[in-house]
């Protein structure tokens, strides 16, 4: 069928046309929001979950009801080879965030004044004073040069200022397992200050699955700040939603084992979801259903795409050596595996480059820890990538 209505949309953080499956993530923002303008406090939030479940897609969403409330939005993306770039990072888009708030740089209260001026300040100290507020610096606010100091100044001064003006500030942080250490204790001890001085100054992170233990590990008070919401596959109904409903508002239907067919294959998970209803929406000779020989062909050219971009990517970036481990946790399925079996399948000869070999899969985003000891990929379906390759 026509490409051009194509309403499927596999890509990173790209919006899907049916967003389905996450009014209870987004109903707790609301709710934050709403106590928020009330004076009243709440946990910032952390979503976790696999590459491809919809972590981006959901802090958008999130972002775009935080500036309909007309907030104070700041979106970051963390990024380990460049630690410097939170701070930078946080200091531009704080200052467009205000900038965006007219009403603070033309009729501004001494609260605002205060805020302005720390996030002028903070910007000196970053050395990113690209976007001019026309405040002076505040000299010793937010300027220290130490993150964990300044972030809490800002969730002081600008807190203030937003609470005066019955609005609040969303810090949308994603990737945030890249922040080092002393970022995410920084991101703790802001959200702690906020809450006991009762500022309106919300995180809202996304990050893998082991973004909650590192959080942990950075302020040990992390496990009572946050609100952890796992992001994770679709459940079915919602999946049959994502699948449907775009094509329906092209007058075009599934037939119902078509549907089934491609719901099993993707397991539900969305990236999936959106990869296979492209294909098979391409394949589909139409004009108005899709059936399941369409679902089957497309599929098959949904897989072929998936291996040669999402999975192959990954593979690709390993060494020899990290192969190794990657084909060596294959085994468990996707469930995590003991480091322990992992050295026993690998033999004596390389579990002395197991340390490294994890490290690096770890730094490159393609493992992670679920626990001491664990070791599990980071995009589904990749043991049986690995099984596919060597088979071939
Ligand atoms: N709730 C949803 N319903 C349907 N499709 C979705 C949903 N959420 C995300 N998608 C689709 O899934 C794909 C991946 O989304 P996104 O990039 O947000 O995932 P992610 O979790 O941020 O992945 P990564 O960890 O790789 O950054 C996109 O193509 C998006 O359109
Ligand atoms: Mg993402």
């Not at 959106?274 to 089957?296: H, M, N, R, Y």
């Not at 970036?317 to 480091?339: C, H, Y």
């Amino acid at each position: 069928m026509d490409p051009r209505r194509n309403p499927y949309n596999p890509g990173a953080g790209l919006r899907p046309a049916a967003l389905a499956g996450r009014d209870d993530d987004i109903e707790a923002f609301e709710i934050l929001a709403d106590r928020a303008q009330n004076g009243l406090m709440s946990r910032s939030i952390v979503f976790s979950g696999l590459r491809g479940v919809g972590k981006t897609v959901l802090l958008s969403e999130l972002a775009g009801r935080a500036l309909e409330r007309n907030w104070l939005v700041v979106q970051v993306e963390a990024e380990h080879t460049l630690p410097d770039h939170f701070s930078t990072a946080m200091a531009v888009e704080l200052a467009n965030a205000a900038r965006r708030q007219g009403s603070w740089l033309t009729r501004a209260t001494e609260k605002i004044r205060l805020a302005l001026g720390s996030i002028t300040s903070f910007q000196a100290a970053v050395g990113a004073e690209g976007v001019s507020l026309g405040f002076e610096r505040i000299p010793g606010r937010a300027d220290s040069g130490s993150i964990q100091v300044d972030l809490v100044d800002l969730a002081e001064t600008v807190g203030a200022a937003a609470k005066e003006e019955g609005i609040g500030i969303a810090i949308l942080i994603d990737e945030m397992q890249e922040l080092t250490t002393e970022q995410m204790s920084a991101v703790c001890r802001s959200c702690h200050r906020a809450g006991q001085s009762a500022l309106p100054w919300f995180v809202v992170g996304g990050g893998l699955p082991n973004l909650p233990t590192r959080l942990a590990e950075a302020e040990s008070y992390a496990e009572r700040l946050f609100d952890y919401r796992m992001v994770d596959r679709l459940a079915d109904a919602d999946a049959v939603f994502a699948l449907v409903e775009p094509a329906s508002a092209q007058q075009v239907a599934w037939e119902a084992d078509a549907a089934q067919f491609l719901l099993d294959e993707s397991s539900g998970y969305p990236y999936f979801l959106q990869q296979f209803g492209k294909t098979v929406w391409d394949a589909a000779a139409g004009p108005d259903t899709i059936t399941l020989e369409d679902a089957t062909i497309g599929i098959a050219e949904g897989q072929q795409q998936l291996d040669l971009g999402f999975y192959s990517s990954r593979w690709e970036r390993a060494t020899k050596a990290e192969r190794e481990f990657l084909r060596a946790m294959a085994p468990d399925d996707g469930q995590p595996s003991r480091i322990a079996d992992i050295s026993d399948r690998l033999g004596k000869a390389s579990s002395r480059s197991l340390g490294p070999a994890r490290a690096n899969l770890i730094g490159k985003g393609i493992v992670y820890g679920p626990e001491h000891g664990m070791i599990a990929y980071t995009v589904p379906g990749m043991a049986d990538y690995v099984r596919r390759r060597d088979d071939e």
